[in-house]
């Protein structure tokens, strides 16, 4: 893949600020917490810091290494309680590993006793990806977001080298319609923010970034009865992209990994190999999954 269109500007400082108070005073709340230690079926393991500009406290981390890594993949979490140990279940960390992968989760701001930026959060997946990078020396790098996870990686990957494959799943083309959707209460909030915050919405609509993305793989996955992110919002995003998309027609969202689970997990590791096959001339590396595609 390659960069096909220029993404949207960022909004000013003061925009962006004031787009992400009113952003956020309209998210679901979460009470934040500090987050469980890793089950035991995930060591080894080892927590890291991810510092952030502007006195802020560091985000938490997790790294999961594996021995003869092949790369090394950022797992972005939606917008849950749990916050990275979102990944403590549903396969994707094992399954990396087992392909030859180290892994990386971290929280946003907001999540495991962090506190959230003035601003939008595309800083810190920028942040999550240097500590990414320190770790994985010369390997090549991947993206897996789920959900508002993968929604911020959009904008970061839209400006930016340094990413070979990327898997999205579940992911509103713009959060203020996936709210408009799903808490109608906010409308009146959703509509000053429209009319009164252009560049900064503009900004916000990932339909905008997606052609623009630098990775040279891409694919996306959404479920057929996700009332936030219905299939056409799935299918426009990946055709803006040059992408590979995949529908589960039972899935609610977060759905998808729970219903067809192998076949979400399949389609990342496809993605992420194709990835290092363009960088290397069509030379595959052969997989260390029995039967993966």
């Not at 993305?213 to 299939?231: E, F, I, M, N, Q």
Request: charged share 25%; aromatic share 8%; glycine share 12%.
């Amino acid at each position: 893949m390659s960069p096909a269109a220029t993404p949207p500007p960022r909004p000013g400082l003061w925009a962006e600020r004031a787009a992400a108070g009113l952003f956020f005073a309209a998210a679901p709340r979460l009470p934040r917490r500090l987050q469980p230690e890793p089950p035991e079926g995930l060591l080894p393991w080892e927590h890291l810091a991810v510092e952030r500009d502007g006195g802020l406290d560091p985000l938490g981390a997790t790294w999961y290494p594996t021995s003869g890594a092949r790369g090394a993949v950022l797992l972005l979490h939606p917008w849950v309680n749990g916050g990275r140990t979102y990944f403590h279940r549903r396969g994707r960390i094992e399954a990396l590993r087992q392909e030859g992968y180290h892994a990386l989760t971290v929280d946003f701001g907001g999540f495991g006793g962090t506190r959230r930026r003035l601003g939008f959060l595309d800083i810190e997946v920028e942040a999550a990806l240097a500590v990414l990078r320190r770790r994985a020396g010369d390997l090549p790098l991947h993206v897996w977001g789920v959900s508002a996870g993968a929604y911020w990686a959009h904008m970061v990957l839209a400006r930016r080298d340094g990413v070979l494959g990327a898997m999205f799943e579940d992911v509103s083309p713009h959060l203020l319609e996936w709210s408009w959707r799903m808490a109608p209460v906010g409308r009146p909030a959703y509509l000053f923010f429209r009319t009164t915050l252009r560049r900064a919405y503009r900004y916000l609509d990932i339909r905008l970034h997606a052609p623009a993305l630098t990775v040279r793989a891409a694919s996306y996955v959404g479920g057929g009865r996700d009332r936030g992110v219905g299939p056409e919002d799935t299918r426009i995003l990946a055709e803006a992209a040059g992408a590979r998309h995949l529908i589960v027609p039972a899935a609610d969202h977060l759905g998808s990994i729970q219903l067809a689970n192998q076949e979400v997990i399949a389609l990342a590791l496809d993605t992420f190999r194709r990835a290092e096959d363009e960088l290397s001339g069509g030379r595959r590396a052969p997989s260390r999954r029995t039967g993966a595609p």
